[in-house]
C-alpha cells in the first residue's frame, strides 16, 4: 500500500513538518507555497487527491468540500477551534477531525490579560497619545482608568481558558462568577461562583468570552445582552468573533451603554465592524491569543500527531468529538 498524502493548507512551523516528513508511512507531505488563505477552488484541488490535511481556522470544510475528496481520512485543525469544520459531514463521510488543545491555553489567557489590563488602564491610547507628542504632563484628573483588583471578572464558558483566566485573576483579588451550560467542579473549587447569564452580564465589570462557536453562542452577545451590563463593563474577546453581534458592540460603545472592550477577533475577520476602529475605548488586537513561538511550534506537532494517528486507525488524544472514529484506509 502507498504512504499517505498529506496536504498542509499553509506554512506552520517546522516541528509539526519535521513530524510528518519523517513518518515511515507518509509518501508525501506538501504545504501550500501561498503565504494567504487558499480560495475554495484551490482548496477543493489540493485536498482532492489526499490521506490528510492540516487545516487552518480560514478554511471552510463543508460537505461539498469533502465530497470532493473522497480518500480523505484525516482533518487536523491547527487551532482548538473547530467551527470551521462541519463535523457530522466528516463523520458520515468518515474523515476523523482533530484539534489543538491544552498546549494554547496558557497563551491565550495571557493574551486575555493583556486585553484586559490594556483596555481598563488605556495602555494603546496613552500610547498613541505619547507618540504624538501630546502627553501634557502628570495631573491627578489625567487620563483615568478602570480599576482591575478587587472587581467582578465575569468568565462566558468554564473550560480550560477560562479556568487559566480564573487562575489569573486570584493575583488580582477579583471576585469571579461564570456562566455555562452545567456548574464545573473545577472552577466551584477555585472560588467562582456559577451564574445565570443575566447575572453575569449584570454583575461582571470585565466579561470574558470563553465559549465555542457554535450555532447556540452565535451572537450570544448581542443588543438585549449589551443592554444588561454596566455602563462601566468592559468585554473582553479571545474566542471567535461571531459570538459578539459587533454592530452592536459598536452602538453600545458609541453611546456609552458600555465602557470599552478588548478584542483578538472579529465578526468578519480581517474585516471590521463600520465604526469599531475609531473608537478610543476599544484595543483591537490581530487574531494572537496563541501566537507565541513556543505554542505555535507545540500546536503544529500537536496537528501533525493528530492527523497521523488518525490515519493509522489509532484514536489521537485530540480527536474531536463528533467527527469520524479514527479508521486505516482500506486497499
Ligand atoms: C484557536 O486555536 O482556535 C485560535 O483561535 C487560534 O489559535
Not at 477555585?190 to 452580564?201: I, P, Q, T, W
Request: net charge neutral; glycine share 8%; charged share 25%.
Amino acid at each position: 500500500m502507498p504512504g499517505f498524502s498529506i496536504y498542509v493548507t499553509r506554512a506552520i512551523p517546522e516541528s509539526g513538518l519535521a513530524l510528518l516528513e519523517s513518518a515511515p508511512d507518509v509518501e508525501r507531505v506538501e504545504v501550500s507555497p501561498h503565504d494567504r488563505p487558499l480560495e475554495r477552488s484551490e482548496l477543493e484541488r489540493a485536498l482532492a487527491e489526499r490521506d490528510g490535511a492540516i487545516v487552518l481556522l480560514t478554511d471552510t470544510i463543508d460537505d461539498a468540500l469533502l465530497a470532493r475528496a473522497p480518500g480523505l481520512r484525516a482533518i487536523a485543525c491547527y487551532s482548538v477551534g473547530t467551527d470551521n469544520v462541519d463535523l457530522a459531514a466528516a463523520k458520515r463521510r468518515g474523515v476523523a477531525v482533530t484539534n489543538t488543545p491544552d498546549v494554547l491555553t496558557d497563551a491565550t489567557a495571557d493574551m486575555t490579560w493583556a486585553l484586559l489590563l490594556a483596555t481598563a488602564r488605556r495602555v494603546a491610547e496613552g500610547d498613541a497619545l505619547v507618540r504624538a507628542g501630546k502627553f501634557p504632563g502628570w495631573s491627578p484628573l489625567f487620563f483615568l482608568g478602570a480599576d482591575v483588583s478587587g472587581s467582578v471578572l465575569g468568565l462566558l464558558g468554564a473550560g480550560r481558558i477560562a479556568s487559566a483566566v480564573l487562575a489569573r485573576a486570584r493575583g488580582f483579588g477579583m471576585r469571579v462568577i461564570y456562566c455555562s451550560r452545567a456548574s464545573k467542579p473545577a472552577l466551584d473549587g477555585a472560588g467562582a461562583r456559577f451564574v445565570s447569564m443575566d447575572a453575569l452580564l449584570r454583575e461582571s465589570d470585565f466579561l470574558s468570552i470563553h465559549v465555542p462557536l457554535t450555532k447556540d453562542t452565535r451572537h450570544a452577545i448581542d443588543e438585549r445582552a449589551l443592554s444588561l451590563m454596566k455602563p462601566t463593563a468592559i468585554l473582553v474577546n479571545t474566542s471567535r468573533g461571531p459570538i459578539v453581534d459587533e454592530a452592536a458592540l459598536v452602538r453600545a460603545l458609541s453611546q456609552g451603554r458600555i465602557a470599552g472592550a478588548g478584542l483578538d477577533v472579529f465578526e468578519d475577520e480581517p474585516r471590521l465592524a463600520p465604526g469599531l476602529a475609531e473608537l478610543g475605548s476599544v484595543v483591537l488586537a490581530p487574531h494572537v491569543g496563541s501566537a507565541t513561538r513556543a505554542t505555535r511550534s507545540r500546536m503544529a506537532v500537536l496537528a501533525a500527531e493528530g492527523c497521523l494517528f488518525s490515519l493509522r486507525g489509532t484514536k489521537p488524544r485530540n480527536w474531536v468529538e463528533g467527527s469520524a472514529w479514527p479508521a486505516r484506509r482500506m486497499g
